[in-house]
């Protein structure tokens, strides 16, 4: 039985019930490894878990987090595969990686390579994985295309623009504020014509003009992890063939601890509505997806991985590392809206 330290939210509802706790764990049981977590990377979909918005949340009483690195420390009974004691590795969770050490089936281990430090590796598994599975795997990503990214700057965002550049795709990325459009300049060489910086009133307008100043007739793949109001728009500057490619809802999203259920049920009930006949005549396609499906799909992992290193040529960009014990804060700077690439939690050896 080993002892650790956890994060623990007792049931969903509201991130201000999250409480760091004590706890033991048994040793590794078959096919699974004990991990000595280095490094937590967070991720939005944590703060919809946290707040109950997520239907992937197990009931009762979880541990946040998604995704980590860290060092293998045992091995359960049985084949422990290509892993061996002390292998650095990341690891995807189901929920549970707000730990110091968890148990993990080997199958969701992934060696780290060579080089890459804790923080880079638990910043890469589910935002590099999203972004290669909805726009290559899903969303069929060609060079020469045109690809609407919203929240271009954020973790999942710096991951697809990433992908775009070695594939040789351009973008015309969505992000929520100036000091992104800057960033998206200075670090990624993006034209600041390619770059819409949103707001409700021209968002439509915004488009057009994007499109015009690249002589594009419309968007070969819409990546969209926003939803509501910006969907529309977006759908509707497809061009043939184009591919709508949603993945969550973040706009749903509201600022406090817990979620306004008002604001909510107001944006719930304003929900855009698509017609699939009217998509027919204009050959054009929405996908949607949950990474929660490769999860399942362990067998596939391997082959995510390779592909995800592949075209991720850059190293995950951290918006900020911040200790362990700071989790309610990087969940709250996480959820502000306001950051750039990844938040990651940092324990220490
Ligand atoms: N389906 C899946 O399997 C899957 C997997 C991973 C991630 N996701 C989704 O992909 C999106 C990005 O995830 P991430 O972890 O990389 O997060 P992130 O993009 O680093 O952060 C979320 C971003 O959402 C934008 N946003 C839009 N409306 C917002 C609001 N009302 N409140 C706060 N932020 C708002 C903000 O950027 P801008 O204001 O600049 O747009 C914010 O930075 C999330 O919606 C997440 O749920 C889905």
């Known amino acids: 039985v080993n002892s650790r330290e956890a994060w623990w939210l007792p049931r969903a509802g509201s991130l201000a019930r999250l409480e760091r706790r004590a706890d033991r764990i048994p040793d590794p049981g078959p096919g699974e490894a004990r991990v000595r977590v280095r490094a937590v990377g967070l991720n939005f979909a944590d703060i919809f878990a946290a707040h109950g918005l997520y239907s992937a949340t ?80 899903l969303g069929a990503l060609a060079a020469g295309e045109t690809v609407l990214l919203h929240s271009a700057a954020g973790g999942v965002g710096l991951m697809s623009l990433a992908i775009l550049e070695t594939v040789g795709a351009q973008a015309v990325a969505v ?37 015009a100043a690249l002589d594009r007739r419309g968007f070969d793949i819409v990546f969209d992890a926003t939803a509501g109001e910006y969907l529309k728009p977006g759908l509707e500057r497809l061009a043939p063939e184009g591919r709508y490619v949603l993945f969550g809802a973040a706009s749903f999203m509201t600022h406090g601890a817990r ?75 996480l959820q502000s809206g306001r950051t750039i690439g990844k938040v990651v939690l940092e324990l220490r050896s």
């Open 58 to 137: 197990p009931s009762g009483a979880f541990i946040p987090g998604l995704e980590c690195a860290g060092v293998v420390e045992a091995l359960g009974p049985g084949d422990g595969g290509a892993f061996r004691t002390g292998d650095p590795v990341m690891v995807l969770t189901r929920f549970g990686a707000c730990a110091s050490v968890l148990n993990i089936p080997i199958k969701y281990l992934h060696p780290l390579a060579p080089g890459t430090d804790y923080i880079a590796g638990a910043a890469f598994p589910v935002q590099a994985l999203t972004a290669w599975y909805g726009l290559v795997e």
């Open 175 to 211: 992000v929520g504020g100036e000091d992104k459009r800057a960033f998206l300049v200075r670090s990624y060489g993006l034209q600041e014509a390619s770059i819409i910086v949103r707001t409700r009133r021209g968002f439509a307008r915004a488009l057009d003009g994007a499109l």
């Open 259 to 333: 979620p306004d259920y008002l604001t909510l049920a107001w944006r719930y009930l304003r929900r855009p509505r698509i017609d699939p006949l009217s998509m027919i005549d204009r050959n054009r396609g929405l996908l949607a997806f949950n990474l929660i499906w490769l999860f399942q799909e362990a067998v596939r992992l391997p082959a995510a991985y390779a592909a995800a290193q592949r075209l991720v040529r850059r190293p995950p960009h951290v918006h900020a590392v911040l200790p362990f014990e700071q989790a309610p804060e990087a969940f709250a700077l």
